[in-house]
């Protein structure tokens, strides 16, 4: 059984931080890209961050470039996103993903595993 949880999730003040944590099992994790997605109040599940199976590269939505970071521990099978200077339009649950290749990919079609989310709000 594959499972993806992530946690770190919770309300913070625009300027402040949070990192999220994503922890697998029943998959070899080092073998894959991971990513990060995130749904807004009535928005579409959008690319935020991946990283390949080494974390060797990374790649980031616009908007996130220079405040996110996505970093993995493939001892703890354990993939990051922490998040800096956050900002009211962050506002969204956080899913966990795990590809099908080594090769990182910002396109949602592409992971095969998800995680349950995890909420994130951002006051003004």
């Known amino acids: 059984q594959v499972q993806l949880v992530e946690s770190g999730g919770g309300l913070v003040q625009a300027g402040g931080s949070l990192r999220l944590s994503c922890a697998t099992s029943g998959r070899p994790f080092s073998h894959y890209a991971m990513g990060w997605f995130r749904r807004g109040p009535g928005k579409e599940r959008k690319f935020v961050a991946a990283i390949n199976w080494s974390g060797g590269t990374t790649y980031y939505e616009d908007s996130v470039k220079g405040r996110f970071t996505i970093s993995r521990d493939n001892v703890k099978n354990t993939v990051y996103l922490q998040m800096d200077s956050l900002k009211p339009e962050d506002t969204a649950v956080y899913y966990c993903?795990?590809?099908?290749?080594?090769?990182?990919?910002?396109?949602?079609?592409?992971?095969?595993?998800w995680g349950q989310g995890t909420q994130v709000t951002v006051s003004s």
């Open positions: 993903a795990a590809g099908q290749s080594p090769v990182a990919t910002t396109r949602a079609d592409e992971y095969k595993y």
